[in-house]
């Protein structure tokens, strides 16, 4: 039998859609641990993890607030992750530098679309998980149907380790399958044989033994091999509460501690590590939150940041909650803490020699994008440095600053962080009358066929590069994949590194205005001059080269699809699958269950936008709609959305030259 080991650390994510309860939950952990003495509450604007004015102000999580607590000796760090789908981004670092997660789900709502996202990256990343029911005791809770929703939508290895005692105002607390006296309770026989039997069906021995003898007459004989199971991810503890009563908390807290695993490293290796999240303070500077993996920091220490390949000097390493925060001056393998000091760092920097760093899980793929208003002249260079603050703070932003055309863009997720941008201007910078012009949808390009680009920039001298690409396109999803098959005798490996670098800058912008997507680019033959070559000459030739080739074989739009499903009451049912038909969504034939209808299927981005008010105006509220990014596809024909151009065309080979020359001298 394994033995019951329990290390003395735990990093964890709470993660939810948005409304779960997760914020909730974090301030009932908090206080039962003993952490803080009274409880915040969101609805009141003082929970400890919604610290930002904005975040108290509309009660919703924005970004992810690290704390931390002890339980049972074990110290537990803790992250508290928005619900949201517009601050998906968030939700996404977090989950990089999590060893487990507590993954909420309301017994009303059941199961929602932001639940699965999050499911399949945890899954993905093989994250071992805690599903908390919470909302026990709200009306039209059902922990029953709860549960075969998570069996049917997320995995058939959930097991329940406890069974909710009553349900709505009857809700009491929790029946815990392990202890022998529930053996009395019948309502709890069946959920006792179905957690043997998923506990047996793991190990032919166990199997053979419960075929034979059925479960032990003591169940807490084989709880070490359920941990163990629970600490791989192969199963999956369900646990019930109803969080804002303060129920099911300490029976979360045991789970915690019990299911999820420690954190592995060497405090005595080299350090290994990566910045999840970065913050701003007037005294301290920029804060960087780093989980290491492996080795030891210190203050005063000097660390390598591998990914922009220099080295920084650690002023601090403190201890942050909300507004709190202690300098701690140690920060060891297996633990998070804020890094203080690095004047240079970036969110998905690696510190150190990035062993047993993960890969990110991408979630957030950013679907609009829009333009930025601001109130007079002197706000300009205001606007520009704040959103620059902010787009370190979360990179998906990609803002794009236009210095010629004085204009700014950002990429966004929807209009809920549209508005909490607004208020982060004017709450934090001071930055009154700041608007943002109409969303758009962002399109790519991808290539209608493969052939070749071909450049000869040999004019006006002293200059000689010469470059043939081939470009063919490569399926859905595969991004852009380059390779060079030129000799280095025939093109310098300091000239090929500045065409690689180039390239994926020269597709930002298509025939149409939009990011090329999913080709392979090759270099077929490059050619430079002993006397006239300037490695300058290849960042002017290569997006000349590249758009000649996209020029010659021409580009189709793609558009972004969403993944939806959709619940309403069978008498709405006709209007809203005409309405699909006119969004050029594609479904599958509805099921039916009761008066209700659900139906599964792919929509455009484009067309279907607004479709949540309409729908929620068309069935008084009655409807669920759950949609989430389901990837690019070739537009109809008869769909066009072309972006105008920023700078000069490559294609306009003069003007261009002459340009970049310029820009470059």
């Not at 975040?55 to 690290?66: D, L, Q």
């Not at 990089?96 to 639940?115: C, F, H, N, Y």
């Not at 032919?204 to 163990?228: I, K, T, V």
């Not at 034939?589 to 299927?601: E, F, K, Q, W």
Request: aromatic share 6%.
């Amino acid at each position: 039998m394994p033995m019951e080991v329990r290390p003395l650390r735990r990093n964890v994510g709470i993660f939810a859609h948005v409304d779960a309860g997760k914020t909730t939950t974090t301030e009932h952990l908090l206080y039962e641990s003993g952490r803080i003495r009274s409880l915040g509450s969101v609805d009141r604007g003082t929970a400890q993890t919604d610290w930002l004015d904005v975040e108290r102000e509309r009660g919703i999580s924005v970004r992810a607030a690290a704390t931390r607590f002890t339980w049972q000796d074990v110290s537990v760090n803790l992250v508290d992750t928005p619900g949201h789908v517009d601050f998906l981004s968030e939700v996404e670092r977090s989950l990089r530098v999590m060893d487990g997660a507590v993954l909420i789900v309301s017994a009303a709502e059941g199961v929602q679309a932001q639940t699965e996202v999050i499911w399949h990256a945890l899954r993905k990343l093989g994250i071992p998980t805690i599903l908390y029911v919470n909302k026990m005791d709200r009306v039209g809770a059902d922990g029953g149907r709860t549960l075969e929703e998570i069996r049917k939508l997320l995995s058939p290895n959930a097991v329940p380790a406890a069974i909710p005692d009553g349900v709505e105002d009857a809700f009491r607390g929790l029946v815990d399958l392990w202890d022998p006296a529930v053996k009395r309770r019948p309502e709890a026989a069946a959920a006792r044989i179905a957690l043997a039997e998923a506990i047996a069906q793991t190990d032919e021995g166990l199997l053979e033994r419960y075929l034979e003898d059925g479960a032990p007459e003591d169940l807490r004989e084989w709880r070490p091999f359920f941990q163990s199971l629970a600490g791989r991810g192969s199963l999956f503890p369900v646990l019930y509460g109803a969080s804002a009563r303060g129920i099911g908390i300490r029976e979360l807290l045991d789970g915690i501690v019990r299911y999820l695993p420690a954190p592995a490293g060497d405090p005595d290796a080299p350090v290994s590590g990566v910045v999840f999240k970065l913050e701003r303070d007037k005294t301290m500077g920029r804060m960087a939150y780093v989980r290491l993996y492996q080795g030891t920091l210190r203050n005063r220490d000097t660390v390598r940041n591998l990914t922009l390949g220099l080295d920084e000097k650690i002023t601090q390493i403190r201890k942050v909650e909300g507004r709190k925060s202690e300098d701690v001056g140690l920060l060891e393998a297996g633990d998070i803490a804020v890094v203080c000091g690095m004047q240079h760092v970036r969110i998905g920097d690696v510190l150190g020699s990035g062993e047993r760093v993960p890969e990110e899980a991408r979630l957030a793929v950013p679907l609009l994008t829009v333009q930025v208003r601001w109130a007079d002249e002197p706000s300009y260079p205001k606007v520009v440095a704040a959103l620059q603050e902010l787009a370190d703070e979360d990179p998906l932003l990609d803002l794009q600053w236009l210095q010629e055309e004085r204009e700014l863009h950002l990429k966004v997720m929807g209009p809920i962080q549209l508005e909490i941008l607004s208020r982060l201007l004017e709450s934090r910078f001071g930055l009154q009358g700041v608007s943002f012009g109409q969303p758009s949808v962002i399109y790519k390009e991808t290539l209608c066929g493969e052939g070749e680009g071909f450049v000869a920039y040999t004019m006006p001298k002293p200059c000689w590069a010469i470059l043939r690409f081939r470009m063919e396109p490569l399926p859905r999803g595969a991004g852009l994949v380059y390779e060079s098959r030129v000799r280095a005798e025939d093109l310098l490996p300091q000239y090929q590194n500045e065409v690689a670098r180039r390239v994926p800058e020269a597709l930002q912008q298509g025939m149409f205005g939009w990011e090329v997507v999913d080709l392979r680019v090759t270099l077929a033959f490059g050619e430079h001059h002993v006397w006239h070559t300037h490695p300058l000459d290849f960042v002017v030739a290569t997006p000349m080269g590249v758009m000649d080739g996209l020029n010659r074989i021409g580009t189709k739009l793609l558009e972004p699809m969403l993944r939806f499903r959709l619940t309403v009451p069978e008498e709405f049912g006709g209007k809203v699958m005409n309405d699909l038909v006119q969004m050029r969504a594609v479904f599958e034939a509805p099921s039916l269950h009761g008066d209700r209808m659900t139906i599964h299927g792919r929509v455009p981005v484009a067309t279907s936008l607004d479709y949540a008010v309409k729908l929620g105006s068309l069935t008084k509220g009655r409807a669920a709609l759950s949609t989430f990014f389901d990837g690019y596809e070739e537009c109809p024909p008869d769909v066009k959305a072309e972006r105008p151009r920023r700078g000069v065309n490559p294609l306009d080979t003069a003007k261009y030259i002459l340009s970049v020359r310029n820009a470059l001298s």
